[in-house]
């Protein structure tokens, strides 16, 4: 069992940042992939980053290349979502996610926690 909490979510203006946290509970967490996904509301849940279990070779949804940058620490059973330029669009329910083995960029994820929310004023 894996147990999830985000952190670090707020309202701040459009090209502020902001730094997401999502700390694991359970053993063995570099085996797990992490990923952040957002919900809007009236819209699906989507992901926006990923992260495998050594940390190599992150994954970006177009939207948020070179804005937004997720890493983890492993001895901190920690993973990070540093967010940059913040757009309004970017409003969301945050969710981090995790599931053994690779990154899925569908919701096809074992456990998340309860979300985290960002509000990003123009």
């Known amino acids: 069992q894996v147990q999830l909490v985000e952190s670090g979510g707020g309202l701040v203006q459009a090209g502020d940042s902001l730094r997401l946290s999502c700390a694991a509970s359970?053993?063995?967490?570099?085996?797990?992939?992490v990923a952040w996904f957002r919900q809007a509301p009236g819209k699906e849940r989507d992901v926006v980053s990923g992260?495998?279990?050594?940390?190599?070779?992150?994954y970006y949804a177009n939207s948020v290349k070179g804005r937004f940058t997720i890493s983890r620490d492993n001895a901190k059973n920690t993973v990070y979502l540093q967010m940059n330029s913040l757009k309004p669009e970017d409003t969301a329910l945050y969710y981090c996610?995790?599931?053994?083995?690779?990154?899925?960029?569908?919701?096809?994820?074992?456990?998340w926690g309860q979300g985290t929310q960002v509000t990003v004023s123009s």
């Open positions: 359970g053993r063995a967490f570099s085996t797990y992939a």
């Open positions: 992260i495998g279990g050594t940390g190599s070779i992150p």
């Open positions: 996610a995790a599931r053994r083995g690779v990154v899925f960029t569908s919701p096809n994820y074992d456990y």
